[in-house]
């Protein structure tokens, strides 16, 4: 049995006790999503939780993202400068030249290696050819957990389909010795990266071996599709309005003595444009319920409403009177809070950042959902937020960003990539250099 919130009101009451929120075994999705991510630290609750969040989180605080925002910054004024590489039709190739590309293919790898080199710290070439090609294989296996059916059990999965097994097997030996590898390296250049600490800890058996690769999953693999769905949708959004486009450029140019804390403040035009994305496109794509696979899910639920997957109080919670036992899974209805919520007013499914301007954060904390619940919010949000506005203050200081007719989807809505469990913008972007750089 479930309930579903759909009132701030209702969302703080379950949040007042977050830490020590309980997800369902496997997120009931069953056995083969449980041999992929059922260690991860975000399926796990009560000690597991807490203990496992010790050891990670110090890479992924607010202090620790800050602190990178140079590399983060670099990074993307350099991706940004290669950009007609990924030019859609070879003559676009001439940097000097409008060019198109695709939105879904063009920003994906870029916030991937970012989160990667956060985790091991400085990359070759070779290093992240090797983990895409991995990351590719885990995607292969994405159809196997979300199908359901047969896979929600071992014997039935052995049975009907062993070449299933066999690709498990397979990433679950590529993925480890990736990482034994990665730890051999830089222990032997005598660098620190996060990695290592988090390899000494599972050697002091503070954390099992199947507990940390498969975080590293959910940090890298699992989170791939959030952060691209969050970065296209931002980038789609600026551009379609010309008015916020504008002011954006505007802003990056009064800021450019100091781009590296403009990149990090969250009282800007440039922050309110990407929580206001995330306010109306928000990331999470369905609800788990117990009998239903997450693909069938996928495609019905993304149309009127989206729910964020289920967790569990271990404590009795009263709704206005109608108490919900320990144990029961509950729901968030996002678009109920992000969207139809009186508190955004009548236009409240248009993008509009200029209407966070003068809200007060607290008040923002229960009538927008975006990075999780209570204190299980998301442990990369910092991480996440920095190498998105860093993408987007370059792109657009660059470029004349707009949709092109390939990306429209008809009667004026976006085309959307369909792909991938969250679902990504789809639109194609015109690429034109700008004549001064608005720096």
Not at 13 to 27: C, E, I, L
Not at 245 to 265: F, G, H, P, R
Not at 411 to 438: F, H, M, N
Request: proline share 4%; aromatic share 10%; hydrophobic share 40%.
């Amino acid at each position: 049995m479930n309930s579903v919130i759909t009132t701030p009101g209702d969302f703080k009451h379950f949040s007042s006790d977050a830490s020590d929120h309980g997800k369902p075994h496997n997120m009931n999705l069953g056995w083969y999503l449980g041999e992929v991510l059922g260690r991860c630290l975000g399926f796990l609750g009560g000690d597991d939780w807490i203990r496992m969040r010790k050891i990670f989180d110090p890479t992924f605080t607010h202090s620790a993202a800050v602190a990178r925002i140079d590399t983060v910054d670099s990074a993307a004024r350099d991706y940004v400068e290669k950009l007609p590489q990924l030019a859609m039709s070879s003559s676009g190739k001439d940097a000097t030249q409008p060019f198109t590309l695709s939105v879904a293919e063009a920003f994906t790898k870029f916030p991937y290696f970012l989160t990667a080199r956060a985790i091991y710290g400085p990359m070759t070439g070779t290093e992240e050819d090797d983990l895409w090609r991995i990351t590719e294989k885990r995607i292969a296996l994405s159809p196997y957990f979300l199908g359901g059916g047969p896979y929600r059990f071992a014997t039935t999965a052995r049975l009907f389909d062993r070449d299933a097994i066999r690709r498990l097997r397979e990433y679950e030996s590529e993925w480890r010795d990736y990482n034994t590898r990665m730890v051999q390296v830089r222990g032997a250049r005598g660098e620190r990266a996060p990695i290592l600490t988090y390899w000494e800890e599972h050697k002091k058996g503070n954390m099992s071996l199947p507990e940390l690769l498969q975080t590293l999953d959910e940090l890298l693999m699992l989170n791939l599709d959030v952060i691209t769905h969050v970065l296209t949708w931002f980038i789609t959004l600026v551009a379609d309005h010309d008015q916020v486009k504008s002011e954006l450029c505007d802003e990056v140019a009064a800021n450019q003595a100091d781009l590296l804390q403009y990149i990090t403040k969250t009282d800007t035009h440039l922050h309110r444009c990407f929580a206001e994305s995330m306010r109306v496109r928000p990331f999470t794509s369905a609800s788990f319920h117990p009998r239903a696979s997450l693909l069938t899910m996928m495609l019905t639920v993304c149309v009127t409403t989206v729910f964020t997957p289920g967790e569990y109080s271990n404590k009795v919670k009263d709704f206005h009177g109608v108490l919900v036992e320990p144990g029961t899974q509950i729901l968030l209805d996002v678009l109920a809070i992000n969207v139809r919520n009186p508190f955004w007013g009548a236009n409240s499914e248009t993008f509009d950042p200029s209407r966070l301007k003068d809200i007060k954060p607290s008040d923002l904390r229960y009538n927008l959902h975006s990075f999780g619940i209570g204190s299980r919010k998301c442990m990369g949000q910092y991480v996440a937020t920095h190498i998105v506005k860093a993408l987007v203050v370059h792109l657009f200081k660059e470029y004349e960003v707009v949709i092109s007719k390939e990306g429209q989807g008809g009667e004026g809505r976006y085309a959307i990539d369909k792909s991938s469990w969250t679902p990504k913008a789809g639109v194609c972007l015109r690429l034109t250099r700008r004549q001064a750089s608005v720096l």
